[in-house]
């Protein structure tokens, strides 16, 4: 099996690659046309990326049968493409959790006591104790959780050691769970932006979740309260957060920008970052050596997994839903042509296969074939079914 690696990736993770088998070929210089070329070029079965855009044009091109996104997110490939082309794409969630919390809170540290201008001003000549002797600290103030994945679980031991109030809000979170987790329920984003200190969002990005942050949340946030985002900066209307931050005095620390350049290196411009009370990092949350030899771990497994068994751990593409409308059950002889029999009448029958299974039973005689259908068989071909292979013992149809 081929590898591609278009990005920085842990020398641990090609090793482990290499040790299973692979093939690898690594240049984490790949973009854009470069990157479709080589993709061509290399015949590769598996593309590896970090924050890389992997773009319809270079799904369309070679042999790819899996992209795996070496982190949590997967916003920078084309999903859509993929699996139009039947393109398995995978990720490595929760891997880097430790790291971005670890960063959430350096950013809420950092603007409470003001860490980057007392640098700024000492480098500069200047002493300042007056000035930077205002800070709130944290002990009892109200951090408000937006989503509760395992990074905003990471976040709830942190903030309990710094004897922090937690409130939350995720869409599966019930009171229970809360309880259970030793924070406080609210129901809406709404409420837990109205009611904490500190504002902090860790959820993916997705249609749902885009511009979620609005204006409707900075307007019943306190005056003066810290808005923190390590997630996307899509999931934040960021004309309402400029305004927030002119009006009402909200303080931002945030790991991601709406323009950040698609290079490890560049130019950059955003408004944001020209505010007074705005600390930002390069899109770093991930990027501790703990995270990314945990990510480069699972990585390898996800490859490992698909060259073995053809399957897919933490695959985000397959579909929830068919438009099967009907289940084929057929008990059988585990003999050759019985399936090639089943799926010829099917077909002549012009009815699409949705999903399949054949499921052998001990000893390796029998098997129960399940075969989803997008319409039901008539009584005619189920008679030519049954009645055309003596290795059918038993043929039902469904309606699901």
């Known amino acids: 099996m081929k590898v591609l690696i278009a990005d920085k990736f842990e020398a641990s993770g090609i090793r482990g ?81 430790v790291a971005v919390a670890e960063l959430a809170f350096a950013l809420i540290l950092a603007l409470d006591r003001r860490i980057p201008d007392n640098v700024n001003d000492l480098r500069a000549g200047q002493w300042n104790k007056k000035e930077y002797s205002q800070a709130k600290g944290l002990k009892g103030q109200t951090l408000g959780l937006i989503g509760l994945g395992q990074i905003g679980s990471e976040m709830i031991s942190r903030a309990r050691a710094f004897e922090m109030n937690v409130i939350g809000w995720s869409r599966s979170l019930t009171p229970e769970k809360a309880a259970e987790m030793g924070i406080t329920f609210r129901q809406t984003i709404a409420e837990v932006a109205n009611d904490c200190d500190i504002l902090s969002v860790h959820v993916a990005l997705t249609p749902d979740t885009r511009g979620v942050i609005n204006k409707t949340v900075f307007d019943v946030m306190r005056d003066g309260a810290t808005f923190i985002n390590t997630s996307r900066a899509e999931i934040v209307d960021q004309a309402a957060l400029l305004e927030a931050i002119q009006t009402k005095g909200i303080r931002v620390g945030t790991d991601v920008f709406a323009n950040e350049p698609t290079t490890a290196t560049g130019e950059f411009a955003d408004d944001l970052v ?34 073995e068994t053809g399957k897919v751990p933490n695959v985000v593409n397959l579909s929830e839903h068919t438009p099967a409308t009907h289940l084929l059950v057929a008990r ?69």
């Open 17 to 97: 690659l290499e040790f299973i088998g692979c093939e690898v070929i690594y240049d984490p210089a790949l973009k854009d046309d470069a990157l479709a070329k080589a993709i061509c070029s290399s015949k590769a079965d598996v593309l590896i990326v970090r924050s890389t855009k992997v773009t319809e044009a270079m799904l369309a091109v070679g042999k790819l049968s899996l992209v795996v996104r070496a982190g949590a997110g997967y916003n920078t490939i084309d999903v859509k493409a993929a699996s139009a082309r039947g393109i398995y794409v995978s990720n490595c969630p929760g891997k880097n959790a």
């Open 274 to 307: 020209k505010l007074p009370g705005v600390y930002g990092t390069h899109h770093i949350g991930a990027s501790t050596n703990q995270a990314q030899e945990a990510i480069a771990a699972e990585t390898v497994r996800i490859v490992q997994t698909f060259k």
């Open 332 to 400: 059988h002889q585990d003999r050759p042509g019985v399936l090639a029999h089943v799926l010829n009448e099917v077909k002549a029958a012009n009815i699409n296969v949705q999903q399949m299974e054949n499921i052998v039973f001990e000893g390796a005689k029998a098997a129960i074939a399940r075969i989803a259908l997008d319409a039901p068989l008539d009584e005619a071909t189920l008679h030519l079914i049954q009645a055309g292979n003596e290795d059918i013992i038993e043929l039902n149809l469904l309606s699901l």
